[in-house]
Nanobody, 122 residues
Framework: QVLLVESGGGLVQAGGSLRLSCAASAHTFGNFVMAWFRQAPGKEREFVSAVTFSGTPDYADSVKGRFTTSRDNAKNTVYLQMNSLKPEDTAVYYC????????????????WGQGTQVTVSS
């Protein structure tokens, strides 16, 4: 069983920044692809970013240039630095993990955190 715990969400004004963290319990964390998804009320869960076990990042077009994802395998932790936040970034943010390839939709991910709320006021 792999436990993922997100932290760092909160309320911020438009244009501000937040940094999310996701700590994993698994000693095999270094072999995981780790991803961030978000879900706004009434909308489907959508891909935000991912980082491979070797540290290669990938981003949704909506966050490119504003968000940065990284990982520290020694700490079993993945991060999402969010800058220039917009009201449309408001959502519950989830981290997710899986062995193997990066997918841009939620179903293939085996492990999920409980989510952390990010609210961006205008």
């Amino acid at each position: 069983q792999v436990l993922l715990v997100e932290s760092g969400g909160g309320l911020v004004q438009a244009g501000g920044s937040l940094r999310l963290s996701c700590a994993a319990s698994a000693h095999t964390f270094g072999n995981f692809v780790m991803a961030w998804f978000r879900q706004a009320p009434g909308k489907e869960r959508e891909f935000v970013s991912a980082v491979t076990f070797s540290g290669t990042p990938d981003y949704a077009d909506s966050v490119k240039g504003r968000f940065t994802t990284s990982r520290d395998n020694a700490k079993n932790t993945v991060y999402l630095q969010m800058n220039s936040l917009k009201p449309e970034d408001t959502a519950v943010y989830y981290c997710a993990g899986r062995f193997g390839l990066t997918y841009y939709y939620a179903i293939p991910y085996d492990y999920w955190g409980q989510g952390t709320q990010v609210t961006v006021s205008s």
